[in-house]
């Protein structure tokens, strides 16, 4: 027996080995759908992945499904990355502008002191003239 367990504790430490190295493998591939899902789409192909998710959902209604997959027919034959990133640099430029008019107009109105009313009107345009533009902002991104 004594000889015996040498070769034994050999055979174990191989049989140890090849689990750990199955387990390693196994582990390497379920994190690889993970990194796959981390890696982030920019462009047309964002919009194509996008429009495809939409299309897998279950409750489409037959109409919804038609808009989409016409939808995706458009952008797989028109859609280029150039013409889409100048598309939303002008997204971002008039929300810029926007903002800026906004911004002067509600600078003009405090300064010949408009009633409060009139310039929480402003306000809110202007609020919402900037989140219009960080919106722009962040499509300009993707």
Known sequence: MSGNAPSA?????KI???LLSIAAILAAGAQAPAALAETKLTGCAAKRDSIT???QQPDNS???KLSLEKA?????AHCTDSALTRKRNEKVI???????ETERALHKAE??????????KL????????????DAEAELKR
Do not use: F, W
């Open 111 to 120: 300064t010949a002191h408009k009633s409060e009313d009139k310039l929480q």
């Open 53 to 55: 998710r939409q299309l």
């Open 123 to 134: 306000r809110d345009k202007y609020e919402a003239a900037k989140k219009k533009l960080a």
């Open 94 to 100: 008039n929300a810029q502008v926007k903002v800026n």
């Open 62 to 64: 037959p109409q919804r």
């Open 9 to 13: 504790i050999g055979t174990i430490m």
């Open 16 to 18: 140890s080995v090849k």
């Open 72 to 76: 995706l027919d458009e952008v797989n």
